[in-house]
């Protein structure tokens, strides 16, 4: 687990390079999400994200300890917390992560401020994601990233990256499904320390819902 909070704090940062200030558009339906018991549900995206068993939801406190920048992104689930990002200058939330209690896998929501609501915040998206993973390798770990391609997960269509890093003992995938709307750029950002985790991502993945 050392090592996967390790990770985390080398690449979080990455989830907020995107960000341009973009403000909300006049009259969208743009919001941050709930839970509903155990549920992450957003319906400005259109999404349904079920805890399943086996499964925990992250408490804030501890996606907080992943942020590198914390004077410029937001964390949690709350409406004064949605009021701040749509009017405040955070570059990116947090609203809520799960985690797998056995294999460590798990999954971080993740919303943006973009530049524009089309396929041009995804293309700059990978770019600077790239480009920050690069710069990474100087401290000794090897990033491989993926041409981006469209994806289906469960009910939800995106984009997907897949990255993976080596370490000198060990190999993380992480994969990031992107979907542009409004002058924001949702994303599910999840990461598999070992092969068992990618099976317990898949199922996860796979149990996604529209929420509407």
Excluded: R
Aim: glycine residues 6%.
């Amino acid at each position: 687990m050392k090592k996967l909070v390790s990770f985390f704090s080398l690449v979080i940062l990455s989830l907020s390079l995107t960000a341009c200030g973009a403000k909300n558009s006049s009259g969208t339906s743009f919001n941050i999400g709930k839970l509903d018991n155990t549920n992450y549900i957003n319906t400005w995206i259109n999404i349904k994200i079920e805890q399943m068993s086996g499964w925990g939801v992250i408490p804030g406190d501890q996606l907080g300890q992943m942020v590198s920048d914390p004077n410029n992104v937001l964390v949690g689930l709350d409406d004064s917390k949605n009021n701040d990002f749509i009017n405040g200058n955070a570059s990116a939330i947090y609203p809520i992560g799960f985690i797998n209690i056995n294999s460590n896998a798990n999954l971080i929501v993740t919303i943006e401020k973009a530049s524009s609501n089309s396929n041009e915040a995804v293309n700059k998206y990978v770019d600077d994601l790239k480009a920050h993973l690069k710069d990474l390798e100087s401290q000794g770990t090897v990033f491989t990233v993926q041409d981006p391609k469209s994806a289906t997960i469960g009910e939800f269509q995106c984009t997907e990256i897949v990255t993976e890093a080596d370490f000198s003992d060990s190999k993380l995938v992480q994969n990031y499904y992107l979907k542009p709307k409004d002058n924001y750029l949702f994303v599910l950002m999840t990461t598999s320390p070992s092969d068992n985790g990618t099976n317990d991502i898949n199922d996860f993945l796979n149990n996604i819902k529209k929420a509407q």
